[in-house]
């Protein structure tokens, strides 16, 4: 089964400071993700990665910034955390143009993300 | 802008009944729609999908309706279980590698016992 693993389930920050969510997925998926979902908005594309070191921007990626420097790791970061970035924050990852049908995507259990 | 969206934020049914879940699209360009189910404490998970050139599509217990005329998606659940109480996302792809998924709001399922 795929798997994808974010490290921290819950955090606590607070404003301004920098803030590190981390994404692990075990089945060597081109494609990674980074979304937050708030109630009543669903889940919105904040970056996402087709490859190693590449990096696109997604519906909302002001305020944040991404890394992937293995294809197994997306990060995401929060270079000064504000009230209105706490969220959950879901990563996922999909294969890519071939194999599974497009657009399938796994996705790990969330970060709640508080920032006072 | 073009988003998808559902018709109801919550729906009960009894339990072994029948659930249908609504979901409206307004981007013509999508190709690919997908249903996820999202229980508490977890991230969504796939449940079925279908693509622009059909119109029904069934799983287990699932099945998944397309209607492109009046840009309309449903998910059709049978013998509704107290298992089956989660939010449920309809999604659109617009072109291939899943790289622009959108998601609707969601429409949270409560099965009574």
């Known amino acids: 089964d795929v798997k994808v693993t974010q490290s921290s389930r819950y955090l606590v920050k607070r404003t301004g400071e920098k803030v590190f969510l981390e994404c692990v997925q075990d089945m060597d998926h081109e494609n990674m993700f980074w979304y937050r979902q708030d109630p009543g908005l669903g889940l919105r594309l904040i970056y996402f990665?087709?490859?190693?070191?590449?990096?696109e921007k997604g519906d909302i990626p002001e305020g944040y910034s991404v890394s992937r420097e293995k294809k197994e790791r997306f990060s995401l970061i929060l270079e000064s955390a504000s009230t209105n970035q706490t969220s959950m924050y879901l990563c996922a990852s999909s294969l890519g143009l071939a194999g599974a049908p497009p657009g399938e995507l796994f996705f790990g259990e969330g970060s709640r993300l508080t920032v006072l | 802008g073009e988003n998808v969206g559902l018709h109801l934020p919550t729906l009960s049914v009894q339990e072994g009944d029948n659930s249908i879940i609504n979901c409206a699209y307004s981007n013509s360009a999508s190709d690919y729609f997908i249903w996820y189910k999202q229980e508490s404490g977890k991230g969504p998970q796939f449940i079925i999908d279908i693509r622009s050139n059909m119109d029904k599509r069934q799983g287990q217990r699932v099945t998944v309706l397309l209607n492109k005329t009046v840009k309309h998606l449903s998910l059709q659940i049978a013998a509704t279980q107290p298992g089956d109480s989660a939010v449920y996302f309809c999604a659109e792809n617009i072109g291939t590698g899943g790289f622009k998924t959108i998601f609707g709001a969601g429409t949270r399922l409560f099965v009574k016992a």
């Open positions: 990665s087709y490859d190693v070191k590449m990096k």
